[in-house]
């Protein structure tokens, strides 16, 4: 007999998971830093996949560790991350140190004065939600890469938000499988974020890496679309590693694009774009499902 649910549980599930959303302002500032501290485009290439390797190497421990202490305590999963999180919050205050100082005490805004930009801001934003709209609109290499952006992780966010009812409802996947796909899903992610996004987009260039990893998602979806046995999805897997080249690539492209004092600002515009797609995605393609 399953364990009755509270009356209460669906909306502060819902609460929660918008105060998530809120907060989701993570990788925009993660990449800001790397943009502020590693100056060599090449170098920040580099950074930028290191930085989302880990997502990928926490996506694959986070889904068995989760199923094993669920197995415990369901309770323990919160716990443990509540633990994680106000570690992270001691490492950043107290060890890492602030990217717009330097140890001689001046600051990373008076470098590169002299150096060439394919765009400057506008600073007098109030930075409602709106703005970031404004933002993307405003300029047009902007606006190219927030098309972009927003059709590819509208369909990203599709395939995430509906890929273990999926998996679940046509391929009869149990529990450990499914633990098993999203680890290889996030396995993928730490080596194509780790490796090979620090050869191809240097190699290729931020353009045709985006093709590439454009052409990788396509498919992706083909073969989720046309798949009829579970092991089908772990192809998915596969394609995934050329795809991961995508977000990188615009990111890479964007904060070598403009001033190195309105990089935040520009990241934060396509992470606005991107933060839009978590909600269309699933909302238009879960009700497909």
């Given at each position: ?7 209460y ?8 998971l ?25 170098e920040r290439?580099s950074?930028?996949?290191l ?35 106000i570690?992270?919050?001691a490492y ?28 400057t801001?506008?600073h007098?934003?109030?930075?409602n ?40 409802r ?5 529990p ?8 290889a899903?996030?396995?993928?992610t ?23 990893g ?11 679309g046309?798949a ?22 615009l ?18 515009a ?7 797609t ?12």
């Amino acid at each position: 007999q399953r364990d009755a649910v509270h009356p209460y549980a669906v909306t502060v599930f819902i609460v929660l998971l918008s105060l998530s959303g809120i907060f989701s302002s993570t990788f925009t500032l993660v990449f800001a830093y790397i943009s502020d501290t590693v100056r060599q485009q090449d170098e920040r290439v580099s950074a930028y996949g290191l930085a989302l390797a880990t997502f990928g190497l926490s996506f694959t421990i986070g889904p068995m560790a989760g199923g094993y202490l669920a197995q415990t305590n369901k309770q323990y999963v919160f716990l443990s991350s509540l633990i994680l999180t106000i570690v992270d919050l001691a490492y950043i205050y107290f060890i890492l140190p602030e990217s717009r100082i330097q140890q001689d005490g001046s600051t990373f805004d008076s470098l590169n004065k002299s150096s060439i930009s394919l765009m400057t801001l506008d600073h007098n934003f109030s930075w409602n939600p709106w703005d970031t709209l404004k933002l993307i609109t405003a300029d047009p290499f902007l606006r190219k890469v927030g098309q972009v952006a927003f059709l590819y992780y509208t369909g990203l966010w599709a395939l995430i938000s509906t890929l273990s009812v999926y998996a679940v409802r046509r391929f009869h996947l149990n529990p450990e499988r499914l633990g098993e796909l999203m680890s290889a899903l996030g396995l993928c992610t730490m080596v194509a974020e780790a490796v090979l996004v620090r050869v191809m987009v240097p190699l290729l260039g931020e353009k045709k890496a985006t093709k590439v990893g454009l052409v990788s998602f396509a498919l992706q979806c083909v073969v989720l679309g046309f798949a009829y046995e579970g092991w089908h999805l772990f192809v998915c897997a596969g394609f995934s590693l050329l795809g991961n080249l995508v977000y990188p690539s615009l990111t890479s492209l964007v904060s070598g694009s403009v001033e190195p004092d309105a990089v935040g600002e520009a990241l934060g515009a396509v992470n606005g774009i991107k933060a839009l797609t978590e909600g269309i995605g699933p909302l238009v393609f879960g009700s497909l499902m």
